[in-house]
């Protein structure tokens, strides 16, 4: 080159740099066409820039989805909580429920097959009033006889409506069993045919299940407080034990002839009711509902045992039948309707009334309607709390 001119020299000058250009741009071309991978771009647009760029697009991503799923799981909570508080809900109202019927008047009454309206003919027992009663010292005597209106300032009135007897007294406890077995055993020694339960679990699972039949008639187990005072005032002579309990005291008065502060609580639905049976003298105080009473005079029967079996039973085939069963099939047969009329009662006792059952004389209910009762028994003491 040294023997070049200076022409010669700004010629070959003139074309490196326009050579250069070229390269130049066809690698900014290149560079274009790769997406920026040549070396000069990596150089200008450093690899972090890109991952910045690409994080924070993943990181806006992760967010939403983060965002999605505790949408997801709030909406899942409150789901929850709703199944939880309708299953609380259902609970609830399963605990407080009533069973099948909201009130004892809606349950089923067999009034028009087994309420006869105390026909003169087949009803003679004396009404009388609860003076009459006390002056009269009926406890004292032999013959049966309905009282009129003695739970009239009873609390029971209002306490033991089904809703405020659920309420008040879910948990205390009674004895059920068939009717027909405790007619069978008499009531007093019922025991092993009894079961115990709450007053809840028989009103609301059992009193209505025409399946098991099952009867509240427990007379060992004594009313707990409450339900006690809600009797009051009894009727004499309990009322008189239980306002002075040394009132006999220094007497000679037999135990078996005292009437003890002890009271029982029956309740029971539509035709249910003790078959034949006989005790010590007792009443019984209907407070919702009403029964139907077969009376049979204790002279009649005491020395005279197989008149009573024909009576009470089907000598031909003496299974133990229900007292509605009775009633429909063997009352009209045999004589027996004639027997009771001369030497007995057939009676509706309805709410408010207390039937006096004296020593001795066989007697078989039937309920009409749902029907909450209280019983006494002369010389029976309140055998378990
Ligand atoms: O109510 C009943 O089913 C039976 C009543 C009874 O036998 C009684 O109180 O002595």
Redesign the pocket.
């Known amino acids: 080159m040294a023997s070049t001119t200076s022409h010669e020299r700004a010629v070959y000058l003139s074309s490196r740099r326009d050579a250069t250009h070229v390269r130049n741009r066809s690698n900014a071309i290149n560079n274009n066409a790769n997406g920026g991978s040549g070396s000069r771009r990596r150089k200008a647009e450093p690899r972090s820039n890109g991952t910045i760029k690409s994080k924070s697009k993943s990181s806006f991503l992760s967010k939403e989805v983060l965002s999605c799923i505790s949408v997801a799981m709030i909406i899942l909570i409150v789901l929850l909580m709703g199944y939880t508080n309708l299953y609380n809900n259902e609970s609830d109202s399963q605990s407080t429920s009533l069973g099948l019927y909201a009130t004892w008047e809606e349950a089923p009454s067999s009034i028009h097959e087994f309420d006869h309206d105390n026909d003169k003919t087949v009803c003679r027992l004396p009404i009388i009033t609860v003076e009459e009663w006390e002056t009269g010292r009926y406890w004292e005597r032999e013959v049966p006889v309905i009282v009129k209106n003695v739970t009239d300032a009873w609390p029971a009135l209002k306490h033991w409506t089904k809703e405020e007897l659920l309420r008040r007294y879910p948990d205390v406890m009674v004895g059920m069993g068939r009717?027909k077995d405790?007619g069978q055993t008499g009531?007093d020694d019922a025991g092993d045919a009894l079961t115990k339960t709450t007053i809840r679990d028989f009103v609301v699972n059992h009193m209505h299940d025409t399946k098991t039949e099952k009867?509240v008639?427990d007379r060992k187990l004594n009313m707990p407080d409450g339900l006690l005072e809600d009797c009051q005032p009894y009727p004499m002579p309990t009322r008189m034990f239980a306002e002075n309990r040394n009132v006999y005291k220094g007497t000679d008065i037999p135990d078996r002839l005292m009437w003890k502060d002890h009271l029982a609580l029956?309740i029971?639905r539509d035709l249910?009711?003790?078959t034949f049976?006989k005790?010590n003298a007792?009443?019984?105080t209907v407070v919702f509902g009403a029964?139907r009473w077969i009376l049979y005079d204790a002279e009649r029967i005491t020395k005279n045992i197989t008149r009573l079996k024909r009576m009470t039973r089907d000598v031909n085939n003496p299974i133990q039948l229900t007292t509605p069963e009775w009633i429909r099939t063997l009352y009209h047969m045999d004589e027996r309707m004639e027997e009771i009329r001369n030497y007995g009662h057939d009676c509706v006792q309805r709410a408010g009334e207390m039937?006096y059952?004296p020593w001795g004389w066989a007697?078989?209910?039937i309920?009409i309607g749902d029907?909450v009762?209280v019983?006494s028994?002369r010389g029976l003491n309140a055998m378990e709390p």
Do not use: R
Request: hydrophobic share 40%.
């Open positions: 009717s405790l009531p009867y008639f029956t029971g249910q009711g003790l049976h005790h007792a009443w019984n029964k039937l059952v007697h078989m209910v309920n029907t009762a019983v028994e």
